[in-house]
């Protein structure tokens, strides 16, 4: 099938990146052929050679020092352990990692960061191992360094992968500034569980949106060369499934059909390897019934065979240990073996490696081949990244605070990711010549509204700016009035009737609810995802007023909204917008800025309906009304409250008819590359300029596996002054009409049959032609 192979590390260290993604985004994927495991002589399953390790140009090097190690010296490679924050070497905490560097028996080390600290570290390593090898430095690097940005599911909201790109861009500039070389970013878990607190990490629940943001962020951290002063090394996690968790729980079971996994959860890997990120990180999670850390399928038959990668897998944080509980490993040195085996390369704080590698090598349970192959894609990286040849940072030029252009840069992100789900009675945009506003609320006045995963000092020297302050530096003429009315998740009602009152005294009144960072992110999973604490209440009771007002809705997953939304006028879904939170929402309420995003995922009318999403199956009794004996519930309409590409704007816009380049087409010629155009025009019809998202999806109405109702193959932001309209263009491939089978080596099936084909501005539309694969 059609698209790009994959950029190999090794080329990418001194070469031009290449533009991978989707066709229809500017990227694209490209299918592949799979192997099997082989089994050694001791009967235990170790994979064999990866294929995807193919000779680069450090490989001489490479050689000459794993000539030179011990076998606790290369098994030091594959250790990385923790660091703490504030902590310079020689203080609480950090004499169990100076000692591994000092030995040679420490690969890399996370959670470190500043350009003094790291440099003493790196010291001990270079200066006193007996080697000399470098350490790796890795961070959490999310969304943002010091400059945050809005959290990774906003950022999908823009359609715009430019806003990842732009993130990673800043993001690595910052961080390696500051000694750090590796971020585990971006996370790409599709996922159709908002209780799942991590959902705030990734893209939402499409996998061709995941998939054009994820390599969007790799290209932003690593540029073109990774060994560049302002770039760092990107981390694909978690491989995979891991927003497929029952319940939405954290770390929880994933039973999940080979299907499934091929189609939901892999693209967005597929897309980052193919735009050559450097490292993937395992997953907590098990893959029907294998923990991700011991799972060669994906590990090694997928990921390294079929795609080719040939950069390092890392563990997640304590993830080999953890096979013990998972009940695969009997003890710490069977995890090692399992995870070594499958095709993890470096383990993540846990020791099971280091401590009994020695002795697991010895009795032919690990092949000293795996162990090299293992050393071999650590020491290629560092190689890549420059740090054998510079492995200290510039102290006199590391970045300690967000520049004037990084702040634009996360302003505008944070502008483009908001999402307008109603305006009733036209209350939004407020002008700021108003008499009176009134800005009540939990979050009105507060500026923990960076999201999850942001660094403690980041969070304490660069605060996001409040809702209340921009609302005031905006309408400078303006009587503002506030009152909180409520705590974020208390339940005390005390405050009420002050935001009653301020509500009642102004001409308009902004709304800001929500939940606070601390409810997402890694083990935030909510069993209730409605507004927490007594929230609901006070938005009743500003509608008792009578008085016009917007709510502004601040999170990290889709809220179910309650009965108060049918009394809510307007509605912007601001999600945690980072440093210039306050300023971006701002912007939009006043109409400087045109919300133009989009939902990228459903907002559901009750979590007794989850999971629900767009991309489902049609059942064989799909929803009718009028039958009770069709897929639905008693007591809830059909369908989400907000659906997945759902978002307004203070201007509107008419999309045309699509039309195809050709209503029919042979598969043998979409084998051949061939492709098919989907053409429709977009108008703006509104007194503003503003910006639409062109969307087009496709049905296959008949295949030999049941068929998702629509897929999302294409999207399109573009911006357009008033009366002006514009031809957007998508192309069709092989890859968009076919699907993958249940088979686990890997069969892609282009079909012939019948394929509705939607274009418009959100996941229902009607607007569609037919495309018919002879």
């Known amino acids: 099938m059609g698209g790009l192979r994959r950029r190999s590390l090794l080329a990418a260290a001194g070469g031009t990146a290449a533009a991978a993604g989707l066709a229809n985004t500017g990227t694209s994927q490209a299918s592949a052929h799979p192997r099997t495991a082989a089994t050694g002589a ?12 193919r000779p680069g140009p450090y490989d001489r090097k490479v050689a000459a020092l794993l000539a030179r190690m011990t076998p606790e010296e290369k098994l030091g490679q594959l250790q990385q352990l923790p660091w703490a924050y504030d902590t310079g070497p020689g203080g609480p905490g950090t004499k169990v990692v100076e000692e591994a560097a000092r030995n040679g028996k420490l690969g890399s080390v996370l959670s470190i960061f500043g350009a003094r600290t790291c440099n003493a570290l790196q010291r001990i390593a270079v200066e006193e191992s007996r080697l000399g090898i470098p350490l790796l430095f890795g961070l959490d690097v999310i969304h943002g360094f010091w400059t945050t940005f809005p959290i990774p599911l906003a950022q999908a909201a823009s359609f715009d992968p430019r806003v990842a790109a732009r993130d990673g861009e800043v993001s ?47 290209r932003g951290y690593q540029g073109d060369r990774l060994a560049d002063s302002d770039r760092i090394a990107a981390c694909a996690k978690h491989f995979v499934a891991y927003g497929g968790a029952e319940g939405g729980r954290d770390y929880n079971t994933v039973d999940v059909s080979e299907s499934r996994l091929r189609n939901l959860y892999l693209p967005p890997f597929r897309a980052a390897v193919d735009a050559g990120v450097a490292t993937v990180m395992a997953s907590f ?17 997928v990921l390294r065979r079929e795609w080719g990668f040939d950069g390092m897998v890392v563990s997640d944080w304590n993830g080999v240990r953890e096979l013990v509980p998972h009940g695969v490993a009997e003890d710490d040195a069977d995890a090692a073996r399992l995870a070594l085996g499958a095709g993890v390369d470096m383990e993540m704080t846990s020791t099971t490696l280091v401590t009994h590698g020695r002795r697991l090598l010895q009795e032919g349970r ?16 560092k190689y890549a990244l420059g740090l054998f040849a510079h492995p200290y940072a510039d102290e006199g030029k590391a970045i300690g605070e967000p520049s004037a252009e990084a702040r634009a840069a996360a302003r505008d ?14 209350v939004l945009p407020l002008r700021a010549t108003a008499g009176s506003i009134a800005v009540v609320g939990p979050f009105a006045d507060s500026p923990d509204l960076l999201g999850t995963w942001v660094m403690p000092p980041a969070a304490r020297k660069f605060p996001a700016g409040t809702v209340l302050a921009a609302v005031r530096q905006a309408a400078p003429r303006s009587t503002v009035r506030y009152a909180p009315g409520v705590d974020p998740q208390g339940g005390d009602t005390g405050g009420i009737p002050a935001a009653v009152a301020a509500a ?19 083990a935030a999973a909510r069993s209730d995802i409605g507004l927490p604490g007594a929230q609901e209440r006070l938005v009743e009771a500003i509608a008792g007023t009578g008085r016009p007002f917007a709510v502004v809705l601040v999170s990290g997953r889709p809220l179910t909204l309650g009965g108060w939304l049918a009394r809510t006028p307007a509605v912007l879904v601001a999600w945690h917008p980072g440093i210039e939170a306050g300023h971006a929402i701002a912007d939009v309420l006043f109409g400087t800025a045109n919300p133009g995003g989009k939902l990228p995922v459903s907002f559901p009318r009750s979590a007794g309906q989850l999971p629900i999403h767009y991309n489902h199956e049609n059942t064989g009794r799909p929803y009718d009304p009028d039958d009770k004996y069709t897929s639905k519930y008693l007591d809830l309409p059909d369908g989400p409250q907000f659906p997945f590409g759902h978002g307004l704007s203070y201007t509107t816009f008419r ?12 598969a043998s010629a979409l084998r051949r590359g061939e492709t098919v155009e989907v053409a429709t025009t977009v108008t703006n019809t509104g007194s503003r300029t ?6 087009l999806y496709l049905h296959d109405r008949a295949a030999s596996l049941a068929q998702p109702v629509r897929r999302l193959r294409g999207f399109r932001r573009v911006t357009l002054a008033p009366g002006t309209t514009r031809t957007v263009t998508f192309r069709l491939a092989a890859d968009d009409l076919g699907f993958w089978s249940n088979d686990p080596h890997g069969d892609f099936r282009l079909e012939p049959g019948s394929f509705d084909l939607y274009v418009g501005t959100s996941s229902t539309t009607a607007t569609r032609t037919t495309l018919t694969v002879v």
Not at 419 to 426: E, I, P, T
């Open 42 to 53: 001791t009967g235990v399953t170790e994979a064999a050679p990866a294929a995807g390790d």
């Open 172 to 218: 690595a500039r910052e961080a390696r500034s500051n000694g750090v070389h590796w971020t585990f970013a971006p996370m790409m878990d599709v996922t159709h569980e908002p209780r799942w607190g991590r959902i705030a990490e990734g893209n939402g629940e499409d996998p061709y949106l995941t998939a054009a943001f994820a390599a969007a962020k790799v």
């Open 285 to 301: 999670n098990t893959i029907a019934g294998v923990p991700a850390h011991a799972n060669p399928h994906t590990l090694t038959d």
């Open 366 to 381: 690990i092949s000293a081949r795996r162990l090299d192959e293992a050393v071999t894609r650590v020491l290629r990286l």
């Open 413 to 426: 992100a944070a502008r483009r990711s908001m999402v307008l789900l109603k305006n009733d009675r036209g």
């Open 504 to 522: 009642a005294a102004s001409e308009v009144t902004v709304v800001v609810l929500g939940e606070p960072p601390a409810l997402s992110g890694e």
């Open 655 to 666: 999309t045309g008819a699509p039309e195809v380049s050709t209503d029919r087409i042979a």
């Open 690 to 695: 503003g910006d639409e998202v062109v969307q």
